[in-house]
């Protein structure tokens, strides 16, 4: 095993690390440009490409913003709104593990930025099917969370065609440099059944563990052509902005009064306090299956952001 000389992830890494000739990994190497790049240029090439996206009608969307009751929810409704200009439609998939500081915070989210919330909520019978199978075939008590809310808001552009979707920040980007900031990587399928579902699409699953086509309807990625025919994309923000997730969530905490709570395993108490498991449970699997938890992606962050 590996380990990078300047933070704390090894070599076996679920996204794939890869480390240079000094020993230091890609998510190290990828990190340095925060400091480099020009963020007012990256600012003006983000508004050029959601500019065409743009309704002058204020009762008209013009972009899906996947939200919840913790994470970057309430940063990039913010900036989305009061930077870009743009009136989005929120969208949220109920992981049934919710908090009630949680549901407060998404409460919160939609009446102070006045937008539309649509939710999505699976009959919780259908996610204890799933939960019993993604646990015993892949040790993940979260797998129906995540792609719930990775294909929710590419099914609401879908059917209300509204082909801009705007995420907080690309994950294997920030963690593992796996790209550039400046290759400005979208949204696909390929990242999300490969990363995100560890391998698994919600097809994958139909005739296992009692599970029906009809149990994970809600799972399902709208097909190419579907995606084609609106012209669907999925752009990051943290392609365009220096992401800091500390501080961005501490001016949050400061301008809209978002909660906080402190989490199990972790010291960070801003990111994941509208969950019960993600920090409890999940993270004690997560730690069995990679040798790490989420300590060290806070660490690590912290390190990075020279804190």
Not at 22 to 28: D, K, R, V
Not at 68 to 93: C, E, H, I, Q, W
Not at 274 to 294: E, R
Request: glycine share 6%.
């Amino acid at each position: 095993m590996t380990y990078c000389k300047r933070c704390f992830y090894n070599s076996y890494h679920p996204l794939k690390i890869t480390f240079d000739n000094e020993g230091i990994c890609s998510g190290c190497r990828i990190h340095e440009e925060k400091d480099v790049i020009d963020w007012k240029e990256r600012l003006q090439r983000l508004k050029e490409i959601v500019a065409p996206y743009k309704n002058s009608s204020r009762t008209i969307n013009d972009c899906i913003i996947p939200v919840s009751g913790a994470r970057d929810s309430y940063f990039v409704v913010d900036f989305v709104k009061n930077t870009l200009g743009m009136n989005p439609m929120l969208v949220t998939y109920n992981k049934h593990y919710n908090t009630l500081l949680g549901i407060r915070n998404l409460s919160y989210l939609k009446t102070t930025f006045s937008a539309p919330l649509l939710t999505l909520t699976t009959n919780p019978e259908i996610v204890k099917k799933i939960t019993r199978y993604t646990l015993d075939k892949f040790c993940s008590i979260y797998w129906h969370c995540i792609a719930g809310q990775t294909v929710f808001p590419v099914q609401i552009a879908y059917r209300f065609k509204i082909p801009l979707i705007i995420w907080g920040f690309h994950q294997g980007l920030d963690q593992v440099g796996m790209f550039s900031h400046l290759d400005e990587v979208e949204m696909t399928r390929k990242y999300r059944k490969e990363h995100d579902l560890m391998g698994f699409e919600a097809e994958d699953l139909i005739g296992h563990g009692d599970l029906e086509h009809k149990d994970l309807e809600n799972y399902l990625y709208p097909q190419n052509k579907e995606i084609e025919a609106v012209g669907i994309r999925g752009i990051y923000l943290n392609n365009y902005v220096r992401w800091d997730i500390k501080s961005q969530h501490e001016k949050m905490i400061s301008l809209y009064q978002y909660e906080t709570e402190k989490q199990q395993r972790t010291f960070d108490s801003y990111s994941d306090v509208d969950c019960y498991h993600y920090s409890g449970l999940h993270d004690y699997i997560k730690y069995v299956k990679c040798g790490y938890s989420k300590i060290t992606d806070h660490v690590n962050r912290e390190l990075r952001l020279k804190r």
